[in-house]
């Protein structure tokens, strides 16, 4: 277990100590159950953002996102136009990509359609725990599973988009809605 081990002296998932950003993420947030619809929100929109890209550099954007995108507030995002998309394109402060952005905003407008709170609705696809083993290592944790199919097959009928099924499993992974902590890892709950 070596490998997990850190230059701090804590032992994590290998990712969680290639970088101190990606340490910090993988300490406080990464697999902690998290509720509520903005914190759910920037989670989806983020993921994805970071689609083909490296989570790092999301991670080091994270803040302009949050300003882009007045707190993630869905309501707020909803009412973006034209020319919200055009002063975000120039934002060096985000990923500047035209097809992620529109989907942000629509997705922020998909929100305010649910019959349901986006949390409950998530939530709905969490598996229930089943006493499997923890994965060894990160080769082993699957980047789709029957969950993150289901969960973006409905948010696509109720009308968002950029959510495949890696994404929305990532978005699963981030929220605590599984756990994917290695053996050995300080996070892991056994």
């Known amino acids: 277990m070596s490998e997990l081990l850190g230059s701090d002296g ?4 290998s990712w969680g100590n290639t970088a101190p950003d990606y340490a910090e993420y993988h300490d406080s947030e990464w697999g902690i159950p998290l509720r509520g619809e903005v914190a759910l929100f920037e989670r989806l929109s983020l993921e994805a953002f970071q689609s083909g890209l490296s989570w790092i550099v999301i991670l080091r954007k994270r803040e302009g996102f949050r300003r882009a995108f007045e707190g993630f507030r869905p309501e707020r995002v909803a009412t973006f136009t034209e ?5 975000l394109l120039g934002d060096a402060a985000i990923v500047r990509n035209r ?4 989907a942000t905003v629509t997705n922020a407008r998909a929100i305010a359609e649910l019959d349901r709170p986006l949390d409950e609705l998530l939530w709905s696809f969490a598996p229930v725990p089943d006493g499997r083993a923890r994965p060894s290592t990160m080769s082993d944790v699957p980047a789709i599973t029957a969950e993150s199919k289901a969960m973006a097959r409905e948010l696509k009928k109720r009308g968002f988009t950029f959510v495949g099924p890696t994404t929305c499993y990532a978005m699963m ?11 050995g890892c300080w996070r892991a709950a056994d």
């Open 10 to 13: 804590v032992s994590r998932c």
């Open 83 to 87: 020319d919200d998309v055009a002063r």
């Open 99 to 102: 097809a992620k952005i529109a």
């Open 173 to 183: 992974q981030a929220t605590g809605m599984v756990d994917d902590h290695v053996e």
